[in-house]
């Protein structure tokens, strides 16, 4: 499975941002996806997950009604909104996938399979 992020930059605190993420691969069809950050010496820590079904979203306190997580099925793509941006949301946002088609979301690192790249968020203040 291939998982690749886009969307990352340098914006003004206050701003706004959208990555995507798309999983593609012959393993499985349905994937629980997940966004997960690191900041510059901190933990990667889990910002949002949505399941197959799009139904048990989860969200980190920290970004609780900021950010949306939303997803397309058939683009296989799922999407990261980021409003109202700190310099703390700065850092290198993740995209994660696991195997999953049911309706329950995770949030540990070790739940997921597959893992992008990342892409960098610089917040400015």
Request: contains cysteine; hydrophobic residues 35%.
């Amino acid at each position: 499975v291939h998982v690749l992020e886009s969307g990352g930059g340098v914006v003004q605190a206050g701003g706004s941002r959208r990555l995507s993420c798309t999983a593609s691969g012959r393993t499985c069809s349905s994937f629980l996806m997940a966004w997960f950050r690191q900041g510059l010496g901190k933990e990667r820590e889990i910002v949002a997950a949505i399941p197959w079904t799009g139904g048990d979203i989860y969200y980190a306190d920290a970004v609780k009604g900021r950010f949306t997580i939303s997803r397309e099925n058939a683009k296989a793509t799922v999407y990261l909104q980021m409003n109202s941006l700190k310099p703390a949301d700065g850092g290198v946002y993740y995209c994660a996938a696991r195997c999953y088609a049911g309706p329950l979301h995770y949030t540990r690192r070790r739940d997921y399979d597959y893992w992008g790249q990342g892409t960098q968020v610089n917040v400015t203040s």
